[in-house]
């Protein structure tokens, strides 16, 4: 029974305790956790590092596989809603899903939520050298590593601060954004009718893309507005959460989805021949638009858009290992450490845990860390929605918090959807997320479960606005 108990509650002078970490500071509305969310999803990053990827595989038909994964994510964020008002912890969704559902459900999700953040930073980082390449030529590998660097050091500051560095960088990116829809659109080769048509262009002419190619590239449309999530590890920053944590995640997938949908649309239209379309070089469209001042113009903005999105991501993530590190999932000298603030009130230890080894994996197989972020992202979106079956139970039932609508039909249509698309993905990332996941369950079986009273105990932050 053990499995099921309620979450311990930190008391307010937790942080005055030897040896125990102090309480993060409540200092962000909706503005300031909008713009930090929002620059994580980095709709700029998305569309010109990880939307090329898509135009590869799918061509015409790659709007189409982003419309679908945004209706999934819709329904993935009203899980997040409601979940995170319900239990507003810098842990995200191991804590929620962990108190409604379970401490080894909760487990799990961590492992998931931990291969995510410590691998999409570095996914995001590599792409900066192709863009600084009007100005200089970089090693990808390398310039992702200083950009992993650099974004640690800004996470050691304090978070006020890097709301207003990340929502300047926000301005240029969505600047970028918006011209590449407006030079797309008008130079449009094709009508909107194209977009509801799979084709792209192949060696040996042209190839239809049907419904089974879009399922198989699922997990990458998904993670292209992932970062939403974010408004979940920052909700015991965010001031009243039961209501602003719920307004920022779905203030953010509106914004980010249209930020990135727009311009997608008009590459996908706009593209000179299906050859161009295919290959997914937006710099070189934008050249052939406009000019290259333009286009440099363009790629600054998005090395600096990929650079915003590493500080937010440092950001968050430490915020989840600083949340496990109080929950006690590891030996204690571990615990202790990731619990540490610095004088910014930023969890130094854990910044410098997600970022060192963020800048190591740029130096590993982009594709291998795409497939497996994708799988890890399809795992934790469905386990948020097991989570989001339990949320109206015993004491949850009445609590107050933000509630989606249609519960439980759209959490049963997200799990269905997500296990369903998980046997699509890619073999070698499956076995991959799945060798992870058995590795952390032999821990918990192990370590964690057989000490009940003194590890992976899930605590919430106690607040009198909450």
């Known amino acids: 029974m053990t499995d099921t108990l309620p979450p311990q509650v930190a008391s307010p002078a937790a942080g005055d305790t030897a040896g125990s970490p102090k309480k993060l500071a409540r200092s962000l509305g909706v503005v300031g956790g909008t713009l930090l969310t929002l620059s994580c999803v980095t709709p700029a990053s998305s569309l010109f590092v990880i939307v090329p990827e898509l135009f590869n595989s799918l061509?015409?038909?790659?709007?189409?596989?982003?419309?679908?994964?945004?209706?999934?994510?819709i329904a993935v964020a009203f899980c997040y809603s409601e979940l995170g008002t319900l239990v507003p912890s810098a842990g995200g969704e191991y804590a929620m899903v962990g108190t409604l559902a379970g401490k080894f459900t909760g487990w799990l999700v961590f492992i998931q939520s931990l291969i995510v953040v410590m691998i999409v930073p570095s996914l995001i980082a590599m792409g900066t050298a192709d863009y600084l390449e009007p100005i200089i030529h970089l090693d990808p590998k390398w310039a992702g590593a200083a950009v992993m660097l650099a974004a640690t050091v800004a996470g050691l500051l304090d978070l006020r601060a890097n709301a207003w560095i990340t929502g300047v960088f926000l301005v240029l990116e969505v600047v970028a954004c918006a011209v590449v829809a407006f030079l797309g659109f008008g130079h449009s080769e094709r009508g909107v009718s194209s977009l509801l048509h799979g084709t792209l262009a192949t060696d040996s002419g042209t190839s239809s893309v049907g419904f089974a190619a879009i399922l198989a590239a699922m997990g990458t449309a998904l993670f292209v507005t992932q970062g939403f999530s974010t408004a979940i590890y920052l909700s015991e920053?965010?001031?009243?959460?039961?209501?602003?944590?719920?307004?920022?995640?779905?203030?953010?997938?509106?914004?980010?989805?249209?930020?990135?949908?727009?311009?997608?649309?008009?590459?996908?239209?706009?593209?000179?021949?299906?050859?161009a379309l295919t290959e997914g070089d937006i710099s070189a469209l934008v050249i052939g638009w406009s000019n290259s001042a333009v286009g440099t113009f363009i790629s600054l903005c998005i090395a600096l858009a990929i650079i915003n999105a590493g500080i937010v991501?440092?950001?968050?993530?430490?915020?989840?290992?600083?949340?496990?590190?109080?929950?006690?999932?590891?030996?204690?000298?571990?615990?202790?450490?990731?619990?540490?603030?610095?004088?910014?009130?930023?969890?130094?230890?854990?910044?410098?845990?997600?970022?060192?080894?963020?800048?190591?994996?740029?130096f590993v197989g982009q594709d291998l860390l795409t497939n497996i972020t994708g799988v890890a992202v399809a795992a934790l979106y469905l386990l948020v929605a097991v989570g989001a079956l339990f949320s109206r139970r015993g004491h949850h039932k009445d609590a107050p918090a933000w509630r989606q609508p249609l519960w439980p039909a759209l959490p049963i249509l997200v799990i269905v959807a997500l296990a369903y698309t998980l046997t699509k993905l890619d073999t070698t990332a499956l076995l991959w997320t799945l060798g992870i996941t058995v590795a952390a369950g032999l821990y918990w079986a192990l370590y964690l479960r057989p000490r009940p009273e003194t590890r992976w105990v899930i605590t919430l932050p106690e607040d009198e606005r909450v």
Do not use: H, Y
């Not at 061509?59 to 999934?72: A, D």
């Not at 968050?316 to 004088?343: C, H, Y």
């Open 59 to 73: 061509g015409t038909f790659t709007l189409m596989s982003i419309l679908i994964g945004t209706v999934i994510c």
């Open 237 to 275: 920053e965010l001031e009243n959460p039961r209501k602003n944590v719920a307004r920022t995640v779905l203030w953010t997938l509106g914004l980010s989805t249209a930020i990135i949908l727009i311009p997608v649309a008009a590459i996908t239209m706009g593209a000179p021949d299906l050859k």
């Open 313 to 362: 991501m440092v950001i968050q993530n430490s915020r989840v290992l600083f949340a496990s590190g109080r929950d006690k999932a590891w030996p204690e000298p571990v615990n202790k450490a990731f619990g540490t603030l610095n004088k910014f009130s930023a969890p130094w230890i854990s910044t410098l845990a997600v970022g060192v080894p963020g800048a190591a994996l740029c």
